[in-house]
């Protein structure tokens, strides 16, 4: 099997999986999403979720961020693990949204990145559930997965991006990635992977070789 054919059946038998794809980030509006996924780094979605409300009832927009008192926000996403870190990040991308995107995310990974603490995982993300465009979130499920179908024989997350934008279908390639997710939650762990319930495993290389 090809593995762009592969890749349409993994795409279809998650779509089945998983009906709704969907992040798990809570946020209202793109400046939120982007300080969320930006928190999530070595840091759980849940414990982002439990952060973000009080963050952004004090900052809820890049303006208001770019004025922070670096403390303050130190103090308020602690829990976050590199707190100290994330806060000038989350300062400076309210800073750098405010003088060189005229106070609004922008829309292409290229410009993401410019910002403090944004790469491209964070910034394909953004384009694909903010703005509608093709993107490939390379989580650590999605590399895990890529790797365990043979669809990629690398982790270097640049790599298996490019990679796979080769093997996916444009328009789904975004939603597919957040079922990854969840796949790698429930069926396909870094820990034990869960074969004998994978809607994936006639079609997984390891089980074909037996």
């Known amino acids: 099997m090809r593995k762009k054919e592969l890749a349409a ?3 279809e038998r998650l ?4 009906p709704d794809a969907i992040c798990s980030l809570q946020y209202s509006d793109p400046f939120q999403l982007l300080v969320a996924t930006r928190l999530s780094a070595q ?8 952060v973000t409300p009080a ?8 303006q208001s961020m770019a004025k922070a008192p670096l403390e303050r926000v130190e103090e308020l996403i602690k829990t976050c693990g590199l707190y100290k870190t994330k806060a000038k990040d989350l300062i400076g991308i309210g800073k750098g949204i405010c003088e060189n995107y005229a106070g609004k995310v922008p829309d292409t990974i290229e410009q993401l990145i410019t910002l403090p603490g944004v790469g491209r995982k964070t910034a394909n993300l953004v384009c694909g559930d903010i703005y509608g465009k093709s993107a490939v979130v390379t989580d650590t499920h999605f590399i895990r997965l890529c790797n365990r179908l043979g669809l990629v024989s690398t982790t270097d997350p640049l790599k298996v991006e490019m990679q796979m934008r080769k093997l996916l279908d444009p328009q789904k390639s975004n939603d597919f990635c957040h079922r990854t997710v969840l796949f790698g939650r429930d069926i396909c762990t870094a820990r034990k992977p869960f074969c004998e319930k994978c809607p994936l495993e006639d079609i997984c290389p390891k089980n074909i070789k037996k």
């Open 55 to 62: 963050l952004f009832a004090e900052f809820p927009t890049a």
């Open 15 to 18: 779509e089945k999986l998983y």
């Open 9 to 11: 059946l993994a795409v």
């Open 43 to 50: 840091c759980t979605d849940a414990r982002v979720n439990m």
